[in-house]
């Protein structure tokens, strides 16, 4: 059984391939975990569902949160341009 939240990780496995794919390699993807006690309990299993090259980093609950200063939520793919 699937738990909620980690259907996405497959969704940006497949997204990072199909970029490979054509010819957009200077992509660079990572997973930020909230910061509640759960999530945070959670970490070594997300990090275990995670594509093989994708790098998760842990807030920590001292730190300002980053998904409240981008304005995401749990589960949000969010992409930049340099």
């Not at 699937?2 to 054509?22: I, M």
């Not at 006690?37 to 997300?46: C, D, G, H, I």
């Not at 569902?49 to 980053?66: A, N």
Request: without cysteine; glycine residues 8%; hydrophobic residues 35%.
């Amino acid at each position: 059984m699937e738990r909620p939240g980690y259907g996405g990780l497959l969704k940006l496995g497949g997204l990072r391939d199909k970029l490979r794919r054509s010819n957009l390699t200077e992509v660079s993807f990572l997973i930020v975990n909230e910061q509640d006690a759960l999530s945070r309990a959670m970490y070594w299993e997300l990090k275990r569902r995670v594509p093989p090259g994708i790098p998760v980093y842990q807030q920590s609950p001292l730190q300002d949160d980053v998904w409240e200063a981008l304005d995401g939520d749990k589960d949000d793919f969010l992409v930049y341009d340099r």
